[in-house]
T-cell receptor, first 110, second 111 residues
C-alpha cells in the first residue's frame, strides 16, 4: 500500500530535550516536505527536499533541522524544542503536484 | 508578503451546491491546489489547476483565473461526509515545490 508514515504519532516532551520525528514514504517520490498546522493558520511549510541531499527552507524553518540521506526518509529534528513548537506536524511526499500526507504527529512541548 | 484568502466557514444542506473561493497574492505562481481534511485526519488531495478554466472530478470541480488571482472549489450534490476543512494552496516563487496554504474553510453540511 502506497503510504507516508510518521513516528511517533503523539509526543509530549520538555523544553530543550532534542527530538526527532521520522517520516518515510514507499512511493519512490523525489519530493518530500514538512508542515506544521496550527488553529487558524492552515498548514505552513517548514522545510522541503527535492531529492537526496537537497533541502531548502519553507516559510517557518526556525528551530528545525532536516536531513535527506535516503530517498524514502526525511526526518524532522528539533534540537532544542520550545513551547511555541507545540503543534500538529505533517510530512508529505509527491511526484509532481499531488501531495500525499502522513497521518500527523501531535507534539506538545512543556 | 504572500497570502491566500478563503472564507473561514461555510454552511450548506445535503444535496446543495457550495462554492469555496480562494484569492491569492504571491510573488510567483505555478498552480493552485485544493485539499480536504476531516477532523483528526490528514489532508488529502482534491484537484490542481495550472491553467485558467474549470477542472472537473466527479462531484468536485475547481476553477482558476490567473488574471484575477482567484480560484474556487465547487462541490455539488453535497453529502454529510463532505463536512470537512478545505484548503487552497499555491505553488509560488522560491521554487516549484514551495507551497503556501490558505487558513482553510470549514464546511458544515446539514441534513
Amino acid at each position: 500500500e502506497a503510504q507516508v508514515t510518521q513516528n511517533p504519532r503523539y509526543l509530549i516532551t520538555v523544553t530543550g530535550k532534542k527530538l526527532t520525528v521520522t517520516c518515510s514514504q514507499n512511493m519512490n517520490h523525489e519530493y518530500m516536505s514538512w508542515y506544521r498546522q496550527d488553529p487558524g493558520l492552515g498548514l505552513r511549510q517548514i522545510y522541503y527536499s527535492m531529492n537526496v541531499e537537497v533541502t531548502d527552507k519553507g516559510d517557518v524553518p526556525e528551530g528545525y533541522k532536516v536531513s535527506r540521506k535516503e530517498k524514502r526518509n526525511f526526518p524532522l529534528i528539533l534540537e532544542s524544542p520550545s513551547p511555541n513548537q507545540t503543534s500538529l506536524y505533517f510530512c508529505a511526499s509527491s511526484l509532481i503536484y499531488e501531495q500525499y500526507f502522513g497521518p500527523g504527529t501531535r507534539l506538545t512541548v512543556t | 508578503g504572500q497570502s491566500l484568502e478563503q472564507p473561514s466557514e461555510v454552511t450548506a444542506v445535503e444535496g446543495a451546491i457550495v462554492q469555496i473561493n480562494c484569492t491569492y497574492q504571491t510573488s510567483g505562481f505555478y498552480g493552485l491546489s485544493w485539499y480536504q481534511q476531516h477532523d483528526g485526519g490528514a489532508p488529502t488531495f482534491l484537484s490542481y489547476n495550472a491553467l485558467d478554466g474549470l477542472e472537473e472530478t466527479g462531484r468536485f470541480s475547481s476553477f482558476l483565473s490567473r488574471s484575477d488571482s482567484y480560484g474556487y472549489l465547487l462541490l455539488q450534490e453535497l453529502q454529510m461526509k463532505d463536512s470537512a476543512s478545505y484548503f487552497c494552496a499555491v505553488r509560488s516563487s522560491g521554487g516549484y515545490n514551495k507551497l503556501i496554504f490558505g487558513a482553510g474553510t470549514r464546511l458544515a453540511v446539514h441534513p
